[in-house]
């Protein structure tokens, strides 16, 4: 798996691991598709911190991310990254609050 991309726990193959606090890839990964999600979202976002997420080994790599987009929301991003391709933004899922539990 991508350094600093996984979270702690070992998962099977398909399986989705446990929440992790993000790390600075995620955080890098969550800027890529800032533009993408401001688009779909139709808002511009001066706060956007990835907390949490969790991942899964799915002929490439899915990542479930918790963003903290300021006044106590949050918004739930679903990326995916193929093996030998580039990251995409595939599902945004918003009006979340900190205590929603990330997509498993």
Known sequence: ??????????TA?????DPAPATQAIQSNVELV???????????????????FCTQTVNGYKYFVK??????????LELYKPINGQLSLLIVEDKK???DPLKK
């Open 13 to 17: 193959l398909g399986a989705v691991s």
């Open 67 to 76: 963003v903290d987009v300021g006044n106590s929301e949050f918004i739930h």
């Open 97 to 99: 609050s900190e205590s």
């Open 34 to 52: 800032k533009k993408d999600v401001e688009e779909k979202l139709g808002r511009t976002f001066s706060v956007y911190q990835a907390t949490q």
């Open 1 to 10: 798996m991508e350094p600093q991309m996984k979270a702690t726990t070992r």
